[in-house]
């Protein structure tokens, strides 16, 4: 089983629709919990980290954690077609002071 | 905010040579930073996590004769690719430790070997 898993894509949503993506871990342990967008040739810029069990929003963007099931999504209101990107998850393990690892990716497509 | 930089953005070399990779913490120190390296669709990889004067860590299954990475100085870490084949053709990206955990990356090097 990989570690951080993330729903196959590409994912394809109309403009001004709300775009969700999932991400599963397999180290109960873990922490903290990232969303970084990455644009094709580009590095990863964050979008949102989460700590705790529940919803954090920050303006279109909400994070959403669920340790009991290992889960953590990002869902995306009123999508832009700026908004396409690959959106990468990553998980800190536990005991590791910085280093995180990475999902495979999600690809988002926002149909204008 | 803070700033990580990468020389060169993109280098074309021959198989059998080698390419050094500069990654610079541009106005903060940085004791610590990673090696990433990514495949065409495929999800950003730890090569290893450089460290200011002391042997870089490498993640399973990474050659560290082949990826020599030099953490001389709390500004500046370093990855060369030494005898460069096809195969090593990837984006390598670096980056730096944040607060909150974060990381900050540079922009990346695109590396294509003929």
């Known amino acids: 089983q990989k570690e951080v898993e993330q729903n196959s894509g590409p994912l394809s949503v109309p403009e001004g629709a709300i775009a969700s993506l999932n991400c599963t871990y397999s180290?109960?342990?873990?922490?903290?919990f990232f969303w970084y967008r990455q644009y094709s040739g580009k590095s990863p810029e964050l979008i949102m980290f989460i700590y705790s069990n529940g919803d954090k929003e920050d303006g279109r963007f909400t994070a959403q954690l669920n340790k009991a099931s290992q889960y953590v999504s990002l869902l995306i209101r009123d999508s832009q077609p700026s908004d396409s990107a690959t959106y990468l998850c990553a998980v800190r393990p536990p005991a590791s002071y910085d280093k995180v690892i990475f999902g495979p990716g999600t690809s988002l497509s926002v149909i204008p | 905010g803070a700033v990580v930089s990468q020389h060169p953005s993109w280098v074309i070399c021959k198989s059998g040579t080698s390419v050094k990779i500069e990654c610079r913490s541009l106005d903060f120190q940085a004791t610590t930073m990673f090696w990433y390296r990514q495949f065409p669709k495929q999800s950003l990889m730890l090569m290893a996590t450089?460290?200011?004067?002391?042997?870089?860590?490498?993640e399973q299954g990474v050659e560290k004769d082949k990826f020599l990475i030099n953490h001389a100085s709390l500004t500046l870490s370093t990855l060369t690719v030494t005898s460069a084949h096809p195969e090593d053709s990837s984006f390598y990206i670096c980056?730096?430790?944040?607060?909150?955990?974060?990381?900050?990356f540079g922009p990346g090097t695109r590396l294509t070997v003929t």
């Open positions: 450089s460290n200011e004067g002391s042997k870089a860590t490498y």
């Open positions: 980056s730096a430790p944040a607060p909150a955990y974060e990381q900050y």
């Open positions: 180290d109960r342990g873990s922490q903290s």
